[in-house]
Each structure stands twice: as C-alpha cells, then as structure tokens.
Nanobody
Framework: QVQLVESGGGLVQAGGSLRLSCAAS????????MGWYRQFPGKQRELVAL???????RYADSAEGRFTISRDNAKNTVHLQMNSLKPEDTAVYYC?????????????WGQGTQVTVSS
C-alpha cells in the first residue's frame, strides 16, 4: 500500500518562503503526475501546481512566477518551493500523486499541511 507523507508547512511572514515536500513509500508502483492543491475554509480544493512524469509543469495563475514545483523520481518525492508568499496563500496544502500499481490506477492524497502567511 502506498503512503504519502507531507512536510514543510508552517507559519511565515508575508514575503517569506516555504518549501513543501511529499514523499511516497510502498512497493511495486509507478507515479504518473504529481501535484499540489490547496483548500481554503469552506471552499473546494484547487490546483496550485502540477508536474507530469515527463517533467512538464502547469501552475495556477496565482502561483505562476512565485511557486516552483519539482520532482525527484528516484526518491518518489515532489516539492513545492513557495516564494513571495502572501496572506491569501494561507490554506491547507495537499499533495496528490497518480499511482499506477500495474493493475490499478488511482489518485492518492497526502494528509495535508497547513501554510499560514501573516501580514
């Protein structure tokens, strides 16, 4: 069974930076797309950044130019470097990975990590 563990959230002042990481563990699986989503209170989860298995990236307009997504396939890890953070970036951030076990394809979510940006 694949498990995702997120790390790196916390409290930061506006203009500061945080780096989120999400590592997958388990056996006999391949990871397709990796992504970061966030959820504001009372709102649906929204895409922040996505990186394909081939390394192509896509960002939400709000993240473009400030956030960078990267992946380390050898370590089954995805990172989100967040710079120039704003109070409106405050949310719970979730990693997502497209898991292929060879007989099952599914989206797997991390447990979520709180990011709080103070003004």
């Amino acid at each position: 069974q694949v498990q995702l563990v997120e790390s790196g959230g916390g409290l930061v002042q506006a203009g500061g930076s945080l780096r989120l990481s999400c590592a997958a563990s388990g056996s006999s699986f391949v990871i397709n797309d990796m992504g970061w989503y966030r959820q504001f209170p009372g709102k649906q989860r929204e895409l922040v950044a996505l990186i394909t298995s081939g390394g192509r990236t896509r960002y939400a307009d709000s993240a473009e130019g400030r956030f960078t997504i990267s992946r380390d396939n050898a370590k089954n890890t995805v990172h989100l470097q967040m710079n120039s953070l704003k109070p409106e970036d405050t949310a719970v951030y979730y990693c997502n990975m497209g898991i292929d076990t060879g007989w099952r394809l599914y989206d797997h979510w991390g447990q979520g990590t709180q990011v709080t940006v103070s003004s």
